[in-house]
């Protein structure tokens, strides 16, 4: 049968069987030389809106691996204040990043519009390192990298959370001018096949603007292996991702943003990943189908969960998050919710769902808006955290 044919439902449940493959005997992606994973490689998925059921991760070992701690490094966001000052908030450990002085007055962190973050993950003495996303120019992430002292050569995984220009703009200068520093088996985790796709942006008047696309001839020429985690699945033996995020909450989808289902001179995406109403060739309203959240059990703790740019909705991206790895308690919930454009009674809606999951801490992030981080403060006090470049988080025992 071909994938195509596929319900959304009968897809999700091939999904927990790749999943299950995946993961068997605790796989891990790239960096365990016991095991070779076998690599997502099913051809695509023909989604249809609904109400989509979450899958799973299977492990032989139940929820996904618990780590006793982990670090967020914000690498690049669009807010710095040298100001801010190191703390701790509850539990969370809050290490804040100043102004360089003497010498390297010159050289200061940059924050730009996009978000690139650095994952560092500890259980026992194992020890884990990813780049999920990567800012939008060609400098600002590497230079942060640099300027944070974070050693790329010790990344084991690079991870994308959707195909906007703001979280891959900086990867192709990673790529173009600095892959001999990165490991020589370097795998990029994508959501699916909507990250190869030309995307756009609408602007209050006028015709949809180029978002940017991801050429994946860049990505091969540079010897990057890409997995399609359409599927929740374990990355690095330490993360985990949701996979394509289903729609279970009154959560909409961004009107401004398009998507063009096709290839052009080479580059695109294969527009039979899609269902029948979304033709090749054709500029439509984007739902992100497959963009897909990064996340961590931290034991004693609760999850972790990165949305980055949350388009899907970060209600969405809580509940599939807990659906995938079966474990309930949210501890943080951190990233991008994409609530800058929505009218207040849109973000009051979701600062109520988001206190209804009884999260510990919410840390807003690049397209949040101000208006969440304000709401949310009232309705949740002493609970929100607030995020600026070279910032680091550290969750768990530290
Ligand atoms: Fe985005
Ligand atoms: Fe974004």
Redesign the pocket.
């Known amino acids: 049968m071909d994938l195509e044919d596929l319900s959304r439902r009968d897809v999700l449940r091939l999904g927990a069987l790749f999943g299950g493959t995946l993961l068997a005997g605790g796989t891990f992606m790239g960096c365990d030389s016991k095991s070779t994973p076998a690599k997502a490689t099913a051809k695509g998925v023909a989604h249809q809106p609904g109400s989509g059921d979450a899958v799973a991760l299977r492990t032989s070992d139940g929820p996904p691996p618990l780590v006793d701690r982990l670090t967020v490094t914000v690498v690049v966001d669009s807010y710095y204040d040298a100001t801010s000052k190191t703390d701790k908030v509850g539990n969370v450990k809050v290490e804040r990043t100043g102004l360089a002085h003497g010498e390297e007055l010159p050289r200061q962190l940059k924050s730009e ?3 690139g973050l650095h994952l560092a993950s500890a259980r026992a003495d194992e020890t884990r390192n990813y780049l999920l996303d990567f800012g939008l120019s060609p400098t600002a992430g590497l230079d942060n990298l640099n300027f944070l002292k974070l050693d790329i050569a010790a990344v084991d995984a690079l991870i994308l959370s ?1 195909g ?1 220009y ?2 891959f703009g900086g990867l192709l200068e990673l790529l173009a001018n600095h892959r001999n520093r990165l490991r020589d088996d370097l795998t990029l985790y994508v959501g699916g096949e909507d990250t190869f796709c030309y995307r756009f942006r609408v602007p209050d008047a006028g015709d949809p603007q180029s978002f940017g696309v991801l050429d994946r001839r860049v990505l091969s020429k540079s010897n990057v292996e890409v997995v399609m985690a359409q599927t929740p699945m374990v990355i690095g033996g330490q993360a985990f991702t949701t996979g394509a995020i289903a729609r279970n909450s009154f959560e909409t989808v961004q009107p401004a943003h398009r998507v063009e289902l096709g290839m052009r001179d080479g580059v695109g995406c294969d527009s039979s990943h899609f269902s029948p109403e979304e033709k090749a060739g054709a500029i439509v309203p984007d739902k992100f189908w497959y963009e897909h959240a990064t996340c961590f059990n931290v034991k004693d703790r609760g999850l972790v969960i990165i949305s ?2 949350g388009h899907a909705g970060i209600v969405n991206t809580i509940k599939a998050a807990q659906a995938a790895s079966g474990v309930e308690k949210v501890h943080a919930v951190l990233g ?1 919710f ?1 609530l800058l454009p929505s009218p207040e009674p849109y973000v009051a809606q979701t600062v109520e769902a988001v206190k209804a999951l009884n999260p510990d801490y919410i840390i807003p992030m ?2 949040t808006g101000r208006m969440f981080a304000r709401l949310a403060e009232d309705a949740m006090p002493g609970r929100l955290i607030p995020s600026t470049t070279g910032t680091r988080f550290t969750f768990g025992a530290v």
């Open positions: 519009w996009g978000l959707h906007h703001d979280h980055s740019c991008g994409h690049h397209c």
